[in-house]
């Protein structure tokens, strides 16, 4: 099947610094997804991506679809603790919603 | 609104018993489906659901059943617990956005709070 190769794997970083996880694929997708998982917790839709090229912005988050389709990145400004939790991308080609996830980049931030 | 629900959040089965996880959701969602995690490995589909009465298989639905008896209503079965069912399981609901022409787009996937399952 499809697979989303996401990267890092983990990231530890200090409160206030910038952190960039990025997911690629050897297929293309119409629709990319990133979501937060906090512990214990279900997944969070944080930023829904439609268009090749697309950038968009929630907050201290910003996401690009790539332009050919089989790439995608989010960035977080400006850490806080709060961000801690693992991020899944998502890629979706096709009728029926069906999803295809990368593993998850777990984010830990040191006060 | 509940949003999704789902019973029980943990579980700890021998091999060889069954059991039954229910997922509820309260937005009159069409789109059902149900997702084991693992360490490292996302998400992955188990079995879905595009209406009451219908199911479909994802993409790792061995050793699983599920029923949609209800619209509201998602249950995934095991009928004989392996150790390697021991996950965390995830439950999400969505819906179809329709115009004069048809379906033209989804509404993204709410997802329940998990259900952690062990097998010994």
């Known amino acids: 099947g499809q697979q989303l190769n996401q990267s890092p794997q983990s990231m530890f970083i200090q409160e206030g610094e910038d952190v960039s996880m990025n997911c690629t694929s050897s297929s293309i997708f119409n629709t990319w997804l990133w979501y937060k998982q906090d512990p214990g917790e279900g997944p969070v839709l944080l930023i829904a991506?439609?268009?090749?090229?697309e950038l968009t912005s929630n907050g201290r988050l910003t996401a690009q679809f790539g332009i050919t389709r089989k790439d995608s990145f989010l960035n977080i400004s400006a850490s806080i603790p709060s961000d801690v939790g693992i991020y899944f991308c998502?890629?979706?080609?096709?009728?029926?919603?069906?999803?295809?996830f990368g593993g998850g980049t777990r984010l830990m931030v040191k006060p | 609104n509940a949003g999704v629900t789902q019973t029980p959040k943990f579980r700890v089965l021998k091999t060889g018993q069954s059991m039954t996880l229910l997922c509820a959701q309260d937005m009159n969602h069409e789109y059902m489906y149900w997702y084991r995690q693992d360490p490292g490995m996302g998400l992955r589909l188990i079995h879905y659901?595009?209406?009451?009465?219908?199911?479909a298989k994802g993409e790792v639905p061995d050793g699983y059943n599920v029923s949609r008896l209800k619209k509201q209503n998602f249950l995934l079965g095991l009928e004989s617990a392996a150790p390697s069912q021991t996950s965390v399981y995830f439950c999400?609901?969505?819906?179809?956005?329709?115009?004069?022409?048809?379906?033209?787009?989804?509404?993204?996937?709410?997802f329940g709070p998990g259900t952690r399952l062990t097998v010994l």
């Open positions: 999400a609901s969505s819906y179809e956005i329709t115009g004069l022409a048809g379906i033209w787009g989804y509404n993204e996937q709410f």
């Open positions: 659901s595009v209406g009451e009465g219908t199911t």
């Open positions: 998502a890629g979706r080609l096709g009728a029926g919603n069906m999803l295809t």
């Open positions: 991506l439609y268009k090749a090229g």
